[in-house]
């Protein structure tokens, strides 16, 4: 089926046009003269039948039709950007992304590693803030992820589960060594929220069947797990941490257990990318190494509790 579409360079002009609310200003990005430019606008007002510019004294603005047709144009050329980008993309860097917490805890020390072992397949990495971890492979530049989720993705998407989140209290070692954590110290400790929500020590409580002994408590409240745990590690009270995320701090003696049991939240980490990707071979590989990877990490010994 033939696509019936307007001249792509006038479609170009339009955009920029419109962008800088100047003919002018467009011709010079463009590289093009400001009759050529006007040229092109007049060739779409013919093929819509319809006006795409008005002047109002020295101003440029859109018509009605006009703004209704830029938000298509340029969600267009974006995307035709971004393939571009994709295919001129360096075929030995893996572009992956991935939320902040996982890439300080653990994913940057083992993407340090795999670089040394894989010279020819660079991983480049993007740490992002997420309250829920998500991806648009067809409008982010990214050719995989590591998010946390329930594994219910979309049927183009490849997906391996690497680690489980078992939701533990974290606090400062010395505040973790100065006798044993009952539930009279439980209730007097300061609640540390690494989620605005409180869903992390709600879903402690609750599975832990102390939620009606210790209440949800106000406590300070934080955007993301990472700052939580370092509030913790700190002495400003106990937050909640994912076990495998806390382990070698807590093997080094930089922050301790209160309270040893972690509970399954219902999430795990897992590494997606779009099914049959360009760089299937180099995904596989990076997959391989972050499941050994996991498998060799040593978890502190804690009672688990599923819910």
């Known amino acids: 089926m033939t696509r019936r579409l307007p001249p792509l360079y006038a479609l170009r002009a339009f955009e920029a046009a419109a962008r800088h609310a100047s003919f002018t200003r467009a011709a010079e990005e463009l590289a093009l003269t400001q009759s050529a430019v006007s040229r092109h606008i007049r060739t779409l007002e013919q093929y819509f039948g319809c006006r795409l510019f008005e002047r109002r004294g020295r101003s440029l603005q859109l018509t009605d039709p006009a703004r209704a047709l830029l938000p298509g144009i340029s969600d267009g050329f974006d995307a035709l950007e971004r393939a571009s980008a994709a295919l001129r ?56 992820a590591v998010l946390l989720s329930d594994g219910q993705f979309p049927e183009d998407w490849e997906s391996t589960l690497l680690f489980e989140e078992w939701l533990i209290p974290v606090c400062a070692t010395t505040d973790a060594a100065a006798g044993p954590w009952t539930l009279s110290r439980l209730l007097e400790a ?118």
């Open 89 to 144: 993309a360096d075929d030995h860097a893996l572009r992956l992304k991935a939320p902040s917490t996982l890439t300080m805890r653990w994913l940057l020390a083992r993407l340090s590693h795999y670089r040394l072992a894989n010279p020819d397949s660079e991983v480049q990495l993007t740490s992002a803030w997420m309250d829920v971890d998500k991806v648009d492979f067809r409008h982010e530049p990214f050719d995989c």
């Open 190 to 307: 300061e609640q540390l929220h690494p989620t605005p929500d409180r869903r992390d020590w709600r879903r402690w409580l609750q599975v832990t069947g102390l939620s009606e002994q210790v209440p949800l408590k106000t406590g300070q409240l934080f955007d993301m797990l990472e700052l939580g745990i370092v509030a913790a590690a700190r002495g400003y009270g106990v937050s909640i941490g994912d076990l495998l995320m806390v382990a070698e701090d807590v093997q080094a003696g930089r922050l301790g257990l209160p309270w040893p049991t972690a509970v399954f939240s219902g999430d795990s980490y897992y590494l997606v990318w779009p099914r049959g990707h360009r760089t299937q071979a180099r995904l596989q590989r990076l997959r391989d190494y972050l499941l050994a990877e996991v498998q060799a990490m040593q978890l502190p010994p804690v009672e688990r509790l599923t819910g």
